[in-house]
């Protein structure tokens, strides 16, 4: 699996913001369509109907969320060291609000971010055109769609740097 901008692709699939796990919120982009998942919002946008699709409350990586991730894990570590037994806190990422314009209504789902301190604001920016450009139509969508998924099933457990995913994002918005 790897993270290219908003998106995390394993084994082929797509999602947008973190592979979601158990009943954690999340957002699949298939070649059928916009497949929401998790507990409260399971259901499926087809293509033909989504106008629009986008996303808000992107965390922006900063020098701050940097610091208080390292502050949140060493804090972890010495509560764990000192506490015999978990001491109840739950860690979540960020959600983020994956919005689907369909040609009825808007439609709000949840996904929860897959970068700990947050993306950098050019990976940003080309992963809402990128989105924008699956909403062109059904042969720009599929041809899009198709070339993440087989860059998944080639690259899987590989790690990229930010100019190689900025260079890969700008690749699919053509």
Known sequence: MAMVGLFWIAEGDVYVGAKPSGLAPGVRLTPEGVLALGDGQSSIYLWE???ALTVADVPVKSLKRQVGVVKDLALETVM???????YGRVDEAPAMTVRVNSSDSEHELAAYAAAAV????????LSLALLTRLTEGAATMATTLAAMSEWGRTWEGRRLGGPEREELLRGWVG
């Open 118 to 125: 947050g993306y950098p604001q050019t990976e940003i920016d």
């Open 49 to 51: 109907e989504v106008r």
């Open 80 to 86: 764990e060291l000192t506490l015999p037994i978990g």
